[in-house]
């Protein structure tokens, strides 16, 4: 006895230590073992011991153990204390149900706040990447749009010096200010098809729609890239399919943006042929849909490949790998926001085929208009 209050004086701080949920907890506990001893045995309140141990939050085994181990012998316990009231077989089962109870809720419990964890931290992790994707994606963006005027200014001064507004410029020396500008040009171009890609990823892409007839871009297009084919010594022509006469193929769309299609297409095929053989645009109508296919005579794809060309950043590999892999991912873009459908199949005996259709306007509906 003489040890005893300085032993409550010591575990005095621990007390205060103790959460107020933890004392909830326990006076949840002692109000039921109240209620437990103070009624005859047949009376089975230890269901309410499940309360304690769901509002136990802690994700420590040992806790949740030993709430459910306390929980479990009290009611247990009841059935021979107080030892005043006869006991019966039913009464005693109804105690291995509720403890049979209380087990299962504290394994389900530690269970539960295991996945909720588990749950918390892969969420933890997704807004992180998340998180980590937009500052990439802002920091491509800002970086891409910052290139654009170094390159138009490399551009227009290296064509003031083809003018000779800096000196007298040799006629061999014409040709490479003229490759230097091809160049300049193409990183341009790929400097601005990675920045639509990435507002298109972030914003959506927005479109001027009106009715368009998709045989004017085409030729309009063919005639944009004769100098480019002509490099390479390719050919490009426009055919209407079965049909032997021009006609026009109607639709909704934006012109801009499609034009880059066909632009994106047409340039694929003119870099993937051989010199001397051919780019087609076949052009097909139908009632429902517009169809164009942009035919190559260059090197086939594998099985693998065909259901990845239109992937941002796929490059490829074997005969056809090159480009930046954005390309023909921004085509897709476009093509899917205007409700079509872009694909791309083997040419046989050689060659590949780039295909997207794109729901059909009659002509009466603006003709008349």
């Known amino acids: 006895m003489s040890q005893l209050l300085p032993n409550l004086l010591s575990y005095l701080p621990r007390m205060q230590q103790i959460s107020p949920k933890s004392w909830l907890i326990l006076l949840w506990l002692v109000v039921i073992a109240g209620l437990e001893y103070s009624t005859p045995p047949e009376y089975v309140f230890g269901y309410l011991y499940i309360g304690p141990i769901l509002l136990d939050s802690s994700r420590q085994r040992s806790a949740t153990f030993l709430i459910t181990a306390i929980a479990a012998v009290l009611t247990v316990v009841n059935v021979w204390l107080p030892s005043r009231y006869l006991v019966e077989f039913s009464t005693l089962a109804s105690r291995i149900i509720a403890v049979l109870a209380i087990i299962a809720t504290g394994v389900l419990s530690y269970r539960n706040r295991r996945y909720q964890s588990a749950i918390a931290h892969q969420q933890a992790q997704l807004q992180s990447q998340e998180r980590l994707s937009q500052l990439r994606a802002d920091f491509v963006s800002t970086l891409t749009h910052d290139l654009k ?61 009106e009715p368009l007839n998709l045989a004017v871009l085409a030729e309009e297009s063919a005639t944009a890239l004769r100098n480019l084919a002509a490099t390479r010594q390719v050919y490009l022509n426009v055919n209407y399919g079965a049909s032997d006469f021009r006609h026009s193929l109607w639709v909704r769309g934006d ?115």
């Open 149 to 209: 005027t170094p390159l138009l200014g490399a551009i227009e001064t290296l064509k003031a010096v083809q003018r000779q507004e800096f000196g007298a410029v040799t006629k061999m020396q014409q040709p490479i200010f003229d490759m230097m500008i091809r160049s300049h040009r193409t990183t341009l171009q790929l400097v601005e098809t990675l920045l639509d890609v990435y507002r298109n990823d972030s914003e959506g892409l927005e479109l001027h729609l």
């Open 255 to 369: 012109a801009l943006q499609l034009q880059r299609v066909f632009a994106n297409l047409l340039t694929n095929g003119i870099n993937h042929s051989p010199r001397g053989e051919k780019v087609e645009i076949v052009l097909e109508s139908s009632s429902a849909y517009q169809v164009v296919k942009v035919m190559d005579t260059g090197f086939g794809m594998t099985p693998d490949e065909l259901p990845q060309v239109f992937e941002r950043f796929y490059q490829g590999h074997g005969d056809r790998q090159g480009g930046s892999g954005l390309g023909l991912y921004l085509t897709r873009q476009i093509i899917e926001a205007h409700g079509g459908t872009i694909w791309a199949e083997n040419r046989l005996p050689h060659g590949a085929i780039f295909g997207f259709k794109l729901p059909a306007i009659p002509a009466v509906e603006f003709s008349q208009g």
